[in-house]
């Protein structure tokens, strides 16, 4: 096994995931390299999900009987958690959506149908960046397209960056809302928030930050990011599927209207008119993702326990060591940047003329999990000329035997098809 | 999935290129960018030529190969039959062991049959089919109007 | 114990509801009967959910790795069973939500972008109850605030129905859409689908059933229902949290515009324009409910084991003798139809003068759990003249023996505060 | 949750029905449809009378009773304390045993201790206080523009 410093006890972590220990296409056991599309779940999340369904599970809030009351702290308790992992100032600014993509689109609809000074309209810029993930470039274009607002982009340098040299002339006064990325799914480029930050406060634009592929790798404080608005996913972060969250600053959220209506966020309703319940309960129409928030609760402790400055460290250490390895597979080329500094552990590639689909699939054979295709983010794909991309992409429990093995099967991939 | 045929095909490409035609599509796989562009050209009912170019995978690539090889030169009827033959082996989900008369009518293209296992691919090896069966609609329906 | 015709094997299908075990309060075994609100959930559904996580767990589509392949077919697999479930004409109808809320919101966000004849606007017609769920309200409302579309309703009658002596009035050639619950959460009414249906086709208007609380209970056919849109919600019927059902009819659907923009809802994306996927996908933004969804699967497995016409058997039959029993209780009040018939199993009443909060907490206090408040119906409680009701519902593991307790404890509540 | 105390006051409430104040106000908890409305009269600082009409559950309703019975002929400020030490036995979530020094503060209002470990139910017990203090905050707030 090769050495590096910085790793974590993967061999440790590994035993809290079932799933690591499937073994595929008759006796090969997973090396599952896909963690940026959705992460594993540790025993500690799932075991909390089914003591929740097999003795607290009720439906939350008014409820006088003990099992509400229960479903409800835990329900609210998941808040709480999930709060202090992100530095919240305040618990009430964390809303339960059913992933970052419904995250985004709140925020979306919510300028939209705001009132002044925060309305999206047709005299108004919207900003966002080629390397979005369609989650967040869709809503954008779609609230464009229904209030004749403008949607203007930052593009990408060569090397996998943000090109911010125009950045006065993208953001301006007429720019209302800037939404970008923390770290890209498909270069896996950490943006340099400060700056952009800066320009948007500048000219009074909303700031919105997709840390979807931040929140589960590295410390996130949504205080000295200094955002308006941050959206992430459950999913990615060791937790269940259907659960996602926004935060955003409490003035914002007492004066933005609501997006879904329905049970649980309203204040009192009659049928002429309703009023609506205090935020975070304004944002959370129906019966919300219950187990699936008490879940995320566990996850988040679970990533506590080992720390997110040890996660980061460990994947960067790891992504180092892979960026390496790649590069010396012959005709393999990196899309994005070409370094381990200020990257996330998503690793996409191409490898000579071979599709992404071949590589992937005899990958696949070999029991790695790769995925392979445009990763939600055809505009990057466009940019650099290419039809999809290969990407291999790492976590807590991922280790240098893993990536090894990565590269020895891109290596039957280049004789397969050589 | 990768028989020889496939790889063969996909190395070796039939047919390959543009060529005159009388009607010309683009069909695109979005979901893996998989592209082409092609012609077909009819001389009454019998199908002179289809060519084509694009990019896609193995799998796209060799299947394009394989409907020129087994395409050009049939009636557009014998072609439709072929192709609806085609189609049934790749919804199939790797239910289907082609037989004897399954491999009659489809040739090399029954080197396939593995890749309906794969629900991803499937669209993969389906695209240039459909492209030619947009294509030759086309003729078919101009030549009415005309 | 009680002997009733009907009943199904309540002590077998106990055992599959770990749940249904717990003690509280100090050795009183629980007595769940706030069903309405959610549900309890099976082993069998608990199994699946996990077996999902701790074998299968991917993100679906696209992916090229047997993970992946095996997530998906297990999530298309559960829209096949669901589609079964509602006798679909087709798959693709079925889209996975949420819950409830978010399907009838996606419907009346759709149809508020919609081009005509679809269109929602100032010179039309919203119709709905007052007897529907806030869920089914205020996406009316908001929907009819941002458009200008005049919201009307159905009134009630002093007996729990349907108030449609003046049908043709209130559903007019201005009207676009009837969205109307069929079975009631608060009165338990079954509502007579056929004339309402029959008069909004005649004035060419969309119908939308809230089936939350049939879809649990009764054999369901969207087709006969004649509706054009149904929603339900996983969690009450023996499904999990975080999941809901919005089905459309195909043709409906291929021409109204999306609601969430994201990843999966689309066919291709550049910075200037996108295509969206058909449906479901258009509609299923960003990466759905995954294991939800293959829970769902599950729970309507469980229940179709069981038999919908045998489940609705049941409960009529709980029902019939509980409504009996209730009204054995002096000072007790029904509030909904005073017969079993046309009725689900969902019981409101008032007691006297005592406030449902201190019913519910006595009753609480012996180990039964019932909800108290609008229940998410505040119109109705504002109909009726009556600040709030207890709520007693009932479910295929719901025993006689449950009913006598609940009388038993009703007989302490009045004692307690007489 | 439910001492002697409490449905004493339920059964028999102190100083219910409107009479004359120097402000009204009308709140309500919508989950549960408890509503008071409430009038405060003073007197220099000094509160006259609280009275006040509603419906709810014997929570609320005997927490306005004891409300009444604690604050009528004390100081605005002196109440003021009451309140904020109700408030915080409340919000205590069961953690708070009230002690000698409470209890001389709240008197027959440390009966409701155990309602904090009811989270469903701690707004009850607060509707008419928080109806006071706003009822009260009003009061002051007019003097000081007239
Ligand atoms: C009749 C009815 N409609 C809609 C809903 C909303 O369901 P959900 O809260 O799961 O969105 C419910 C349940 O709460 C209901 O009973
Ligand atoms: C950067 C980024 N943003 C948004 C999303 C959307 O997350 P979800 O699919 O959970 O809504 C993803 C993941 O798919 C992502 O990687």
């Given at each position: 096994m090769t050495h590096i410093p910085g790793l974590l006890d993967t061999d440790a972590i590994r035993?809290?995931?079932?799933?690591?220990?499937r073994v595929v296409h008759d006796g090969k056991k997973i090396v599952y390299l896909d963690n940026a599309a959705t992460s594993q779940k540790p025993r500690q999340v799932l075991e909390v999900i089914n003591e929740y369904y097999e003795r607290h599970n009720a439906n939350v809030h008014?409820?006088?009987?003990v099992l509400a009351e229960e479903a409800t702290a835990l329900y609210e308790g998941a808040r709480d958690k999930v709060a202090a992992f992100i530095n919240a100032?305040?618990?009430?600014?964390v809303i339960f959506t059913k992933n970052a993509s419904e995250s985004l689109n709140l925020v979306a609809n919510m300028l939209g149908w705001?009132?002044?000074?925060y309305r999206v309209d047709r005299d108004t810029e919207i900003v966002i960046t080629e390397m979005e993930h369609h989650s967040n470039i869709v809503p954008w274009q779609l609230l464009s397209q229904r209030t004749g607002a403008k949607l203007k982009w930052f593009g990408l340098t060569?090397?996998?960056?943000?090109?911010?040299?125009?950045i006065e002339e993208v953001i301006t006064?007429?720019?209302k809302v800037v939404s970008f990325v923390l770290?890209?799914?498909?270069?896996g480029t950490v943006n340099p928030v400060e700056a952009i930050v800066r320009r948007a406060q500048q000219v009074g634009a909303l700031v919105v930050i997709d840390a979807s592929q931040a929140a589960p790798h590295m410390p996130l404080d949504v205080q000295s990011l200094g955002a308006d608005f941050v959206a992430f996913t459950g999913h990615k972060m060791c937790g269940p599927d259907g659960i996602g969250v926004l935060w955003g600053r409490q003035e914002l959220l007492e004066d933005l209207p609501p997006f879904l209506g329905g049970g649980?966020?309203?204040?009192t309703v009659s049928m002429h008119s309703s009023t609506y319940a205090p935020a975070p309960h304004k944002f959370e129409?129906?019966?919300?993702?219950i187990a699936q928030a008490v879940g995320l609760g566990a996850a988040v402790d679970y990533l506590t326990s080992i720390g997110m400055e040890r996660i980061a460290q460990h994947e960067h250490a790891l992504t180092e060591y892979a960026i390496k390895r790649l590069q010396e597979v012959p005709d393999l080329k990196l899309i994005?940047?070409?370094?381990?500094?200020?990257?996330?552990?998503a690793i996409s590639f191409t490898l000579g003329d071979i599709h992404p689909h071949d590589v992937g699939q005899v990958l696949d054979e070999q029991g790695i999990a790769v995925r392979v295709g445009?990763?939600?983010?055809r505009p990057v794909c466009l940019r650099y000329g290419i039809p999809a991309t290969t990407r291999a992409s790492f976590y807590l429990y991922s280790t240098p035997g893993e990536v090894d093995a990565l590269i020895e099967g891109l290596e039957h991939v280049r004789n397969f098809f050589g | 999935m990768y028989q020889d045929v496939i790889l063969d095909h996909y190395k070796h490409p039939h047919g390959r290129g543009l060529r005159d035609g009388d009607a010309e599509v683009h069909h695109t796989n979005p979901t893996c960018g998989d592209e082409i562009t092609l012609r077909v050209r009819l001389d009454g009912e019998r199908i002179e030529d289809v060519s084509y170019e694009g990019q896609g995978c193995s799998i796209s690539q060799a299947s394009a190969s394989v409907l020129n090889e087994l395409l050009v030169g049939k009636e557009v009827a014998e072609a439709r039959k072929i192709q609806e033959t085609f189609l049934e082996l790749m919804q199939s989900k790797g239910q289907i062991e082609p037989d004897d008369a399954m491999e009659e009518v489809l040739e090399d293209a029954v080197a396939f049959a593995g890749v309906s296992k794969y629900p991803a691919r499937v669209k993969c090896a389906l695209l240039s089919w459909m492209a030619w069966k947009d294509a030759t609609a086309q003729v078919l329906s101009e030549r009415k109007t005309a």
């Open positions: 035993k809290d995931f079932p799933i690591l220990d008014r409820g006088v009987h100032p305040s618990r009430d600014e705001a009132e002044e000074p060569d090397d996998g960056r943000l090109d911010l040299s125009a006064e007429k720019t770290v890209s799914n498909i270069l649980e966020m309203i204040e129409a129906g019966t919300p993702p994005g940047p070409v370094t381990a500094e200020d990257r996330g552990a445009h990763h939600c983010a | -």
